[in-house]
């Protein structure tokens, strides 16, 4: 089975441009979790949905921070204008509610993002 | 709020040293806890889990036992290897959210 998979793998932008971060979660999974990793500030969730549905976006930035998931299959974290210190790591992670909602988050490998 | 704190790194052993990584945390109810490992320029990976109170998890030589009364989920491993090195990260799963520490970097030396 495909794991979860984003694109891209490498951003290099300018700041104020737009970037758009993409994940496919794995098929048949319900949930799917944004998460940011910096050296500063470790891993921080920036925002999760069930069934499509954001159910937590308490960790999201600020408003130039926005993430959709329009189907089950395909979701994107948007950042618009980007600045420096939008630069990480950023991973999506899925899961399933069949492990109940505590068990295992299956990880990308990320979409490591730098803005200039 | 719900926290999981970890022992500080960078912790160096040497190759088939022993070791012991600490994770406590901080929640209501009954959270399921996990260990995650990172190798360079990859993703988070699973290494073990327990879902309730006096369970152990284990995988690869790692252990980790479940420990409510000490809110605590220590991470162990009897001999470790150059293959080892990698940041691990003690997490706590509940309500949906996956909380994490701030990771502890182990390097393994020859």
């Known amino acids: 089975d495909a794991g979860v998979i984003q694109s891209p793998r490498h951003e290099v932008t300018e700041m104020g441009q737009e970037v758009t971060l993409r994940c496919k979660p794995i098929s048949g999974h319900d949930y799917l979790f944004w998460y940011r990793q910096t050296m500063m500030r470790g891993l921080e969730l920036l925002i999760y949905f069930n069934n499509n549905v954001p159910i937590d976006d308490s960790g999201m930035p600020e408003d130039r921070f926005s993430a959709k998931m329009p189907n089950a299959s395909f979701s994107t974290l948007k950042i618009q204008p980007s600045e420096p210190r939008d630069s990480a790591v950023y991973f999506c992670?899925?899961?399933?509610?069949?492990?109940?909602?505590?068990?295992?988050?299956?990880f990308g490998e990320g979409s490591r993002l730098t803005v200039l | 709020g719900d926290s999981v704190t970890q022992m500080e790194g960078p912790v160096t052993l040497s190759e088939e040293a022993f070791l012991t990584i600490n994770c406590t945390y901080t929640a209501t109810g009954y959270p399921s806890l996990f260990w995650y490992v990172q190798y360079p320029g990859e993703g988070l990976q699973l290494l073990l889990k327990a879902t309730k109170a006096d369970d152990k998890g284990s995988n690869k030589g790692f252990e980790a036992t479940y420990r409510k009364e000490t809110t605590s989920f220590h991470l162990e491993k009897g001999s470790v290897q150059v293959s080892d090195s990698a940041v691990y990260f003690c997490?706590?799963?509940?309500?949906?959210?996956?909380?994490f520490g701030q990771g502890t970097t182990l390097q393994v030396k020859p």
């Open positions: 997490a706590l799963r509940k309500a949906g959210k996956l909380i």
């Open positions: 992670a899925s899961s399933s509610s069949g492990s109940g909602n505590t068990g295992e988050l299956f």
